[in-house]
């Protein structure tokens, strides 16, 4: 069959959990801007939206809100489940109090993701052709931190490729350390070093019990390190003791791939294009994919060496008798059409530990990593723009900021563009700025039949929230006041709509985010929104109307999303001093004080 992509549905059992304000004294600060969790002992059925990959050889059911996790992986070719089914209890524990362990997930550091149990955004991508691979983008705002994945999978293997894109959305340094955790109870992990691959290099498990395992594979500047912890393979892009600062406006991308190999009776030595174990009577290959003019050289005991021609498929297990041979079997290599080694293995060796690797290479990323944060102490960007721009670390992020500069003091949007084409000149890879860049011709009135910045920023992270937004705002505005359908997805995440408002106000784009926070409340009618129509209103001859935002937003409940953003915290301050009777404004703005500012 070709490769699909496809939306379905799942029925699953869940543990119920609870949601913990900021008001209370149980409240979890690390939980923050989001309320923190505890479990409960009530379990509920329920039925969620998936998207599935599927081919020949394997079928992969995504949850996108369940953070967008792999939760279910299926090896058809034996019908064996790589990843265990049970029910989704969460445990306690993780920095919002509650983590659920199950499934394949992207983290930002050595903890799940304050949103892990929240909604992803996700776009299907169906292939061109029955040759064509098929995927999904999944993709996340989380806090400064944003990811867009492409998990993608051929018509002619059994594996997944997977491509990840994290992108620092703030103009400070991050703490990061991009990694996955893989739900694997009971399992063993191993390093593929044992067989004498370097690169590609994998990471393994195996559970003897369920008779199947998964290999992650990655080249040699992919994934650094690898630990088992409560039944979860943690993998990290460094070393786990490297302390490492992602800058601002800076994009990391990584690739992998995950194979699966099962009903082997034991852990195979294995590659990327097959897995392989070998008995004194049998020989089994299981291939990732067809492996045609390939060769299997035998060494045995007593010296003799004894060569096979292998042509195997991916649908069933190739087996090979070795009942005959003069001397039981001692080693085995599969070598390629080329003569090349695609596996060695020794019988009888032991199985390499985990461990770190790149040692060097992640001592010297911390190095510059520290450097940098130096820098960025001894040196106020925001207050200083200009000096800063003759830094190169610092350029692009200096001529962002004389963006918003130039267009607050004069509205000269000519300049503005100006200064966003020198800062993509010393960092392309800012989709933000492609964004920007397109907003600001439009407004410009530039006409052209393609905007390329748009197709730019849609190439590096093509679910962008702010890319949403540009849709509708280039459109004429409507005179009805029914809710924009182009915007209904980002219901599924009501921060995107803040996140997009505070973009639009660091641009110094005031008409521009009035006009979105309108819309932006017809969807989701949030406090912050309000808050932020209301700061953006006081002053002008509109303040009645600001003052009704207040009003409405403050008899609303203490709900997230929670304030955090610079953006966020002075448009709180500025309405305080308007309105310094009002206990809702008050309690915003001292959860922006007390905590949002540790965030960023």
Request: proline share 7%; aromatic share 6%.
């Amino acid at each position: 069959m070709p490769a699909e992509v496809y939306e379905d549905a799942l029925e699953l059992t869940v543990g119920i959990v609870e949601a913990v304000l900021p008001d209370s004294g149980q409240y979890l600060h690390t939980a923050y801007p989001y309320p923190s969790l505890r479990p409960t002992s009530r379990t509920e059925t329920r039925v969620f939206r998936t998207v599935v990959l599927e081919n020949s050889f394997l079928r992969a059911v995504i949850v996108p809100d369940l953070g967008g996790r792999i939760l279910r992986l299926t090896d058809k070719r034996t019908s064996a489940e790589i990843l265990p089914i049970e029910p989704l209890i969460p445990v306690a524990g993780g920095m919002r109090g509650v983590f659920l362990p199950q499934g394949i997930q992207v983290r930002y550091g050595t903890e799940d993701r304050l949103t892990c149990l929240g909604t992803a955004a996700f776009l299907p991508v169906p292939a061109e052709s029955e040759k064509e691979e098929a995927g999904v983008w999944i993709g996340e705002l989380g806090v400064g931190l944003s990811f867009n994945a492409l998990v993608s999978i051929a018509p002619d293997a059994a594996e997944l490729s997977i491509e990840i894109r994290t992108f620092n959305r703030t103009l400070a340094n991050a703490p990061y350390n991009g990694g996955l955790a893989i739900y694997q109870p009971g399992a063993k992990a191993f390093a593929s070093s044992i067989y004498d691959l370097a690169d590609p290099f994998g990471f393994l498990t195996f559970s003897k019990a369920r008779d199947c395992g998964l290999a992650v594979w990655c080249d040699d500047s992919e994934l650094a390190s690898a630990r088992i912890e409560k039944d979860r393979l943690h993998i990290n892009r460094f070393s786990r003791k490297t302390k490492f600062a992602m800058g601002a406006r800076q994009l990391d991308t990584w690739r992998f791939r995950l194979t699966p190999w099962s009903a082997l009776g034991s852990l195979p030595a294995t590659c990327p294009d097959a897995s392989m174990v070998v008995t004194k009577k049998l020989c089994r290959i299981q291939a990732t994919r067809r492996l045609a003019n390939h060769k299997l050289v035998l060494l045995t005991r007593s010296g003799e060496t004894l060569e096979s021609p292998v042509d195997a498929y991916p649908k069933r297990a190739l087996e090979i008798s070795l009942s005959g041979l003069p001397s039981p079997p001692q080693e085995v290599a599969l070598l390629g059409p080329a003569g090349e080694q695609k596996i060695r293995h020794v019988l009888g060796s032991r199985l390499a530990p985990l461990e770190s690797r790149r040692q060097d290479a992640d001592r010297i990323a911390e190095q510059e990593s520290k450097a940098r944060v130096q820098l960025a102490k001894s040196l106020d960007i925001k207050s200083q723009p200009k000096r800063a721009a003759l830094l190169p670390s610092f350029r692009p992020n200096a001529y962002l900021l004389l963006t918003a500069q130039s267009i607050r003091q004069d509205g000269t949007t000519l300049d503005a563009e100006n200064h966003l084409e020198t800062a993509l000149l010393f960092n392309g890879e800012d989709h933000l700025a492609w964004w920007a860049k397109a907003v600001i011709r439009r407004l410009r009135n530039v006409e052209e039949e393609e905007r390329q910045e748009l197709l730019n920023a849609h190439y590096l992270a093509p679910l962008e929230p702010a890319l949403r937004a540009e849709s509708f705002l280039s459109q004429t505005q409507p005179l009805g006041k029914d809710p924009s359908p182009i915007l209904k997805p980002l219901e599924d995440a009501p921060e995107q709509f803040v996140e997009v408002a505070c973009l639009l106000i660091d641009l110094g784009l005031i008409q521009e985010a009035s006009r979105w926070l309108d819309e932006a409340i017809r969807h989701e009618d949030l406090p912050m929104l309000r808050y932020l129509q209301a700061s953006l209103l006081q002053g002008t001859r509109m303040s009645v109307d600001a003052a009704e935002h207040v009003r409405v937003a403050s008899a609303m409940p203490l709900k997230p999303p929670f304030p955090y953003r610079a953006v966020e915290l002075d448009a709180l301050d500025s309405l305080q001093r308007a309105f310094p009777q009002d206990p809702r404004l008050a309690d915003y703005l001292i959860l922006a004080r007390t905590f949002g500012q540790k965030l960023l």
